[in-house]
């Protein structure tokens, strides 16, 4: 059975920094596709960072420049580094995994292409 476990949430100040991690009891870790993604209140999910099989990022606009996505094919893992957060970056965060076989140079930023999900970690960012 897969699964993820995200864990690192919390509630930090604005500026501060926060790094989230992924760990994935996925087969063939490293030939998937593993995107964070983001929920606030009232709000759709929505894509914020992913790494591919050959461990290309992609980024949203909006956290470009301040967050910072990884892996560790050793451990299982894939971290999300948050820097320079913002209020605006509160929400619950959440790991997605997609099976790419170790191919393609596509990014998938819509929920459902993926197949599997963590039950997320909460992020709050106070002003």
């Known amino acids: 059975q897969v699964q993820l476990l995200e864990t690192g949430g919390g509630l930090v100040q604005a500026g501060s920094s926060l790094r989230l991690s992924c760990e994935a009891s996925?087969?063939?870790?490293?030939?998937?596709?593993m995107g964070w993604f983001r929920q606030a209140p009232g709000k759709e999910r929505e894509f914020v960072a992913g790494i591919n099989w050959s461990a290309s990022t992609y980024y949203a606009d909006s956290v470009k420049g301040r967050f910072t996505i990884s892996r560790n094919v050793m451990l299982n893992t894939v971290y999300l580094r948050m820097n320079s957060l913002k209020p605006e970056d509160t929400a619950v965060y959440y790991c997605?995994?997609?099976?790419?076989?170790?191919?393609?140079?596509?990014?998938?930023?819509?929920?459902?292409?993926?197949?599997?999900w963590g039950q997320g970690t909460q992020v709050t960012v106070s002003s």
């Open positions: 996925l087969p063939t870790f490293s030939s998937h596709y």
């Open positions: 997605a995994a997609r099976n790419t076989n170790y191919q393609g140079t596509d990014n998938y930023t819509r929920r459902d292409e993926y197949e599997y």
